[in-house]
């Protein structure tokens, strides 16, 4: 079971930190965990994931160096960090994860098997 929580209303050009945190499983047992984000009427992207047993993250190319993915073993937890935020950034914010690795893409949403709730995330102007 996956829980996402840290969204809320900012201003462009605040930060915010998102957590998810795993339930009933180790993340270092699971094969990537993910962040996708879905604005209104619009379907849901990737927005980065990390492969937690290599800690080795993946961003997609909108984020432009202002996201940042990180997990805490400890905390069975990733973040996702938000710098510089814009009202594009606004939608609800999703974890995911799989088993394994998969073999290819990872950022299409049909291949995770667990997700969170999702948190909501609104960047006024």
């Known amino acids: 079971q996956l829980q996402a929580s840290g969204g809320g209303l900012v201003q462009a050009g605040d930060s915010l930190r998102l957590s998810c945190v795993a339930s009933?499983?180790?993340?270092?047992?699971?094969?990537?965990m993910s962040w996708f984000r879905q604005a209104p009427g619009k379907e849901r992207e990737f927005v980065g994931g990390?492969?937690?047993?290599?800690?080795?993250?993946y961003h997609s190319d909108f984020v432009q160096g202002r996201f940042i993915i990180s997990r805490d073993n400890a905390k069975n937890t990733v973040y996702l960090q938000m710098n510089t935020l814009t009202p594009d950034d606004t939608g609800v914010y999703f974890c995911a994860a799989r088993n394994a690795f998969p073999v290819g893409t990872y950022n299409r949403p049909e291949i995770y098997t667990y997700w969170g709730q999702g948190t909501q995330v609104t960047v006024s102007s």
């Open positions: 009933g499983r180790t993340i270092s047992t699971l094969g990537i």
């Open positions: 990390i492969r937690v047993p290599l800690n080795r993250p």
